[in-house]
């Protein structure tokens, strides 16, 4: 079946540090990716996603290439913001027929210092 | 900007009662699906439904829950006998039918079972 693994975390990085949060994921066929971002106290955020190899989603300075052939979606950022503190999830969802569910990593919490 | 709206954002109940947590979707969008998180683990797919009816569901999702849309707004998961292990957050989402790729979460409600 489909999986994601995920960066362990926490995270913690000093305000305009470069960040990378590793995800790799097994899915059978061209899943899309995504990075969902969960601030303190709120729901799942849409932060990018890239639907079909070399694709490349970005969204508030935040960028992820999806790569085929190592079946990885890195989170990047060039320069991280106390205000970028939050839970990160990286997740797939299968291309398979009607399948819409979204399989998800275990999520690396971020914490950015100023 | 429309958002998926959840009640109550937190629900104590005893072991053995049911539970009705309730969920207003985005007004356009035709795909619902709910999702659990235990504490410390990863965000898991329940059931996904579309058209008045269920068109996936995990090993999770047994008899103990149902779905339904009783109204053209309200979207809602019914536990029937509460367990313990029941305790988590549940994320309801939607997506609409000229991006099923999206999925947009509410804030969850945080069920706590005694």
């Known amino acids: 079946g489909n999986s994601v693994t995920q960066m362990e975390g926490p995270v913690t990085l000093s305000e305009e540090a470069f960040l990378t949060i590793n995800c790799t994921y097994t899915?059978?066929?061209?899943?899309?990716l995504f990075w969902y971002v969960q601030y303190p106290g709120e729901g799942l955020q849409l932060l990018l996603k890239?639907?079909?190899?070399?694709d490349k989603g970005s969204n508030k300075g935040f960028e992820a290439t999806y790569r085929k052939e190592t079946t990885s979606f890195h989170l990047e950022k060039g320069s991280v913001q106390v205000s970028d503190s939050a839970v990160y999830f990286c997740?797939?969802?299968?291309?398979?027929?009607?399948?819409?569910?979204?399989?998800f990593g275990s999520g690396t919490q971020l914490t950015v210092l100023p | 900007e429309p958002e998926v709206t959840q009640t109550p954002s937190h629900q104590v109940t005893q072991m053995g009662q049911e539970v009705i947590l309730r969920c207003v979707p985005i007004s356009n969008h035709l795909y619902f699906y709910w999702y659990r998180q235990i504490l410390g683990q990863k965000v898991e797919f329940l059931v996904s439904?579309?058209?008045?009816?269920?068109?996936?569901k995990s090993e999770i999702f047994d008899d103990q829950f149902s779905v339904e849309r009783p109204d053209g707004s309200n979207f809602t998961l019914k536990i029937r006998s509460t367990k313990l292990e029941d305790s988590a957050m549940y994320f309801c989402?939607?997506?609409?039918?000229?991006?099923?790729?999206?999925?947009?979460f509410g804030p969850g409600t945080r069920l706590t079972v005694l």
């Open positions: 439904f579309y058209n008045n009816e269920i068109s996936e």
């Open positions: 899915a059978t066929g061209y899943p899309s």
């Open positions: 997740a797939l969802r299968g291309f398979s027929g009607s399948a819409r569910q979204l399989t």
């Open positions: 890239a639907t079909k190899a070399d």
């Open positions: 989402a939607s997506s609409g039918a000229s991006d099923t790729d999206t999925q947009y």
